[in-house]
């Protein structure tokens, strides 16, 4: 758990897509590149802390006044230093019941993988990663589900994204909120509006112009599992597919402007925080979790830079990037 005394805390697919097989051509590839692009996104965001002291070595012929102005700085940056590292701690999971074999299979872009990737990274559950090839799909052919994310945990097997979660948290003994009854509506109430509307709202984001799409399946190309031919026809066949895919969900959720209905989203969150850090208070909650794993995919490519420079979420989604922290993925061994 993170404490802090003595300082104040530092501020800090979609789915429906199936849809009668979309378009001439072929379908089904259409069908499964619409999968793996719903976000087209830039996962890798800076999780570079920096180092706001450093040690000096006392010369010996240094006086003893210059050494105790020394070893005083130096105590009082080592426990400066313990304390920003507090303030940006994860949350360990206690070792009885923390999971040994974790294997995650994904798309690299997918949102309900990277809701699922905050949640292990925030409470430091190694995890191995899968990337499933969009088109074979071969790397889950013996699973009866065909969808991302799947999770594998000490050999038993998850599917959907929020009943991951939710097993999750039961299997790791995550604490209820002090306030349990209201504070159990709330979590839950924002982390149906996640899979139910903010989703929903990413892709015709993402894909709003023909460079937008360009730009996400630059991303897409070079991170997901293609083979070299793949590759050279998803980004520009994969881009124009989802451009006009965009457009169809755009009219599926009336969305009339999709920047619009971003940043509506986006201060309607920071509402709902009512002036906290979280919405779970002083740490963040599954809610947090939920919001923040969606949309760290997009959050470099234009559409999130957009969000940011147009709304409020911009502090608050620093302060999850700082409380989640380095993913705790591990490099899984070539099968």
């Known amino acids: 758990m993170r404490r ?22 072929n379908p089904v590839n259409h069908y499964r590149l619409s999968q793996v692009a719903l976000l087209s996104t830039n996962s890798n965001y800076s999780s570079a802390r920096s180092h706001w002291f450093s040690n000096n070595r006392i010369s010996e012929n240094s006086s003893r006044a210059s050494a105790h102005a020394v070893a005083g700085t130096m105590l009082f940056s080592v426990a400066a230093t313990t304390i920003v590292q507090e303030v940006h701690a994860k949350e360990p999971v206690q070792a009885k019941f923390r999971p040994n074999d974790v294997v995650l299979y994904q798309y690299e872009a997918c949102p309900f993988c990277n809701k699922v990737k905050a949640f292990l990274d925030y409470y430091d559950i190694a995890y191995k990663v899968i990337e499933v090839n969009p088109i074979s799909k071969k790397e889950i052919k013996w699973s009866d589900y ?62 709003r112009s023909a460079s937008e799409a360009i730009e996400s399946f630059d991303y897409i190309t070079s991170h997901g599992n293609f083979s070299f031919t793949e590759r050279l026809v998803a980004k520009y066949a994969g881009a124009t597919a989802m451009y006009f895919v965009s457009k169809k969900l755009k009219k599926k959720y009336n969305i009339t402007d999709e920047r619009k209905a971003l940043y509506e989203a986006a201060e309607t969150w920071v509402d709902a925080l009512n002036g906290r850090d979280f919405l779970g208070g002083v740490k963040p909650n599954l809610a947090d979790l939920a919001v923040f794993g969606v949309l760290r995919p997009i959050r470099y490519l234009k559409s999130g830079k957009d969000m940011v420079e147009n709304t409020r979420i911009g502090n608050w989604y620093s302060r999850m990037e700082d409380a989640v922290g380095a993913p705790s993925r591990i490099q899984a061994q070539p099968e």
């Open 4 to 25: 802090v005394t003595g300082l104040s805390a530092v501020h800090r697919a979609v789915d429906g897509l199936s849809a009668t097989q979309l378009a001439a051509g």
């Open 146 to 207: 065909k969808k991302v994310p799947i999770l594998t945990v000490d050999g038993e097997h998850m599917v959907d994204s929020s009943d991951i979660i939710d097993k999750l948290a039961k299997r790791i003994n995550l604490n209820a909120p002090a306030d349990s009854s209201s504070g159990d509506d709330e979590e839950k109430k924002w982390r149906g509006w996640v899979d139910n509307h903010l989703v929903h709202i990413l892709s015709p984001n993402i894909y």
